[in-house]
């Protein structure tokens, strides 16, 4: 439990971080694009008002100047710009490169004017700084000279500054707790795992009827709560499987197992003729046939359920296997009193193994005569089928039926008689002899094939088998 805690918190500790890395990532991108659309914005505002002041100055001035007009301009921007707003400074040159007119504060200043030929209609702006303040200044052709107009930006720079300052101490204490808040949300995320982890924890070999609780909130922990569930039944299944297979098994030897030993210790006891001492060991043999053959069973159907299959597949005639059984169980089926009918193709090629379908056919046969009173009549049938379905256009699969008159099976045995050591009576088990296993290697068999049997019965009125063998498996 120390490992899904321990766990449990590493994950916790994983999520926090790549949440926390995802946020200083996007709080940066956040922060910087602010700032830099902030300064964009207040660098427009601006330029557009000395673009106006510009357009003024335009207006004003006349196209060109100079000679006896340049001391009268001078006098009239000297009287214009004492009417305008304080800190906006101005200066203009002719088309030689002399200055017409400078503010005050330009006075004290060795400026060289600006080529006109390296201007923009609409001007160029720049930000720099006059006398320690921070100044935004406009430069444009204007007639045959160059006008420059600039306009301090204080206001806007300590508002920048505000806003620096503002996104370097808020984005991470905004960072903090939005982390303090991921990890603790990751914690009640989480919350619901420790308790499936600790249920499925809890759960062993007898326990295994437990389930997870559900919230009913339909979200992936509920799935997965399901899936669980599920799991856990089918587990608990197969372990159901497993000792009532161990329980049955051992049922089925220690019969065997007590005859050999009852009849052994009668032989030793007591003095008995060669006949009698003949009889007894012919019992013994018997027996032990009984019980390697129940262990031969035991052993293929413990391959079966390890997914080891010892099939050897070939090309066989399936209907040339399907009379040399008939012919053998023929006689078998005559000593009891009954008429076995056949009705089977010339040939049928295929992939399969002929030792396997042998003995699938043996248990059909053998079960058909035990179990169908003298008089009675086993027939035996095999056809080509091609299935014309969507999924399976032109699939050829060879059905062999075996029919006989017997005593039937009723409806509520006919859906387990492929279970293993199922048997529909006790009576008619010791009277057959079987263990209860010939039907599940029949059915596994087929599987194997690519296959399937199924069965149809009624108490009273017979039983057939239909085995289902597909050419291409």
Request: with cysteine; proline share 3%; hydrophobic share 40%.
């Amino acid at each position: 439990m120390k490992t899904v805690f321990s766990a449990r918190r590493s994950i916790r500790f994983q999520l926090t971080a790549w949440y926390a890395a995802i946020l200083i990532v996007t709080f940066a991108l956040a922060g910087v694009y602010v700032f830099i659309a902030v300064q964009h914005a207040a660098e427009e505002t601006v330029d557009n008002d000395l673009r106006a002041r510009l357009a003024a100055v335009r207006e004003y001035l006349p196209r060109e100047s100079g000679g006896e007009e340049t001391e009268a301009l001078g006098d009239a921007l000297e009287e214009r710009a004492a009417l305008g707003p304080g800190g906006v400074w101005l200066e203009i040159a002719d088309s030689h490169g002399k200055w017409i007119y400078r503010s005050d504060a330009l006075e004290d200043e060795d400026a060289t004017p600006v080529s006109m030929a390296l201007l923009p209609p609409r001007g160029q702006t720049r930000t720099t700084r006059l006398h320690g303040k921070l100044l935004r200044v406009l430069t444009a052709p204007l007639g045959g000279g160059v006008v420059q107009i600039g306009s301090p930006m204080g206001e806007f720079a300590e508002m920048l500054e505000n806003l620096r300052w503002t996104l370097s101490l808020g984005i991470p204490l905004l960072l903090l707790l939005a982390c303090s808040g991921g990890y603790w949300m990751s914690g009640r995320a989480l919350k619901p795992v420790d308790e499936i982890a600790r249920t499925v924890e809890q759960i062993g070999s007898k326990t295994l009827t437990e389930r997870l609780t559900q919230r009913g909130t339909g979200d992936e922990l509920d799935r997965l709560s399901d899936t669980i569930n599920h799991m856990l039944a089918r587990l608990e299944s197969a372990f159901q499987l497993v000792t009532q297979f161990t329980a049955d098994a051992s049922h089925e030897l220690r019969t065997p197992v007590a005859i050999i030993r009852t009849t052994g210790e009668v032989i030793r006891a007591s003095r008995r003729t060669a006949e009698e001492h003949e009889a007894a060991w012919n019992q013994v043999v018997i027996q032990t046939e009984r019980m390697s053959g129940l262990i031969d069973d035991l052993l293929l159907l413990a391959r079966a359920d390890t997914g080891r299959s010892e099939l050897a597949f070939e090309a066989m005639d399936l209907a040339e296997t399907v009379c040399t059984v008939t012919g053998e169980m023929r006689i078998l089926a005559e000593a009891s009193g009954l008429r076995l009918t056949t009705s089977i193709p010339s040939e049928c090629p295929m992939s399969g193994d002929p030792e396997a379908i042998r003995r699938l056919l043996l248990v059909l046969l053998d079960n058909a005569i035990k179990y169908t009173g003298a008089g009675g009549e086993v027939a035996v049938s095999m056809r080509i089928e091609e299935d014309f379905g969507k999924e399976s256009c032109g699939k050829r699969s060879a059905i062999v039926e075996v029919r006989d008159t017997g005593s039937g099976i009723g409806a509520e045995d006919l859906p387990r008689i492929f279970d293993r050591f199922y048997r529909i009576s006790a009576d008619r088990s010791r009277k057959s002899g079987g263990a209860g296993l010939g039907l599940s290697i029949a059915k596994w068999l087929a599987c194997q094939h690519g296959g399937d049997i199924v069965a149809e019965s009624a108490a009273g009125k017979g039983s057939t088998f239909r085995v289902t063998l597909p050419f291409d498996n």
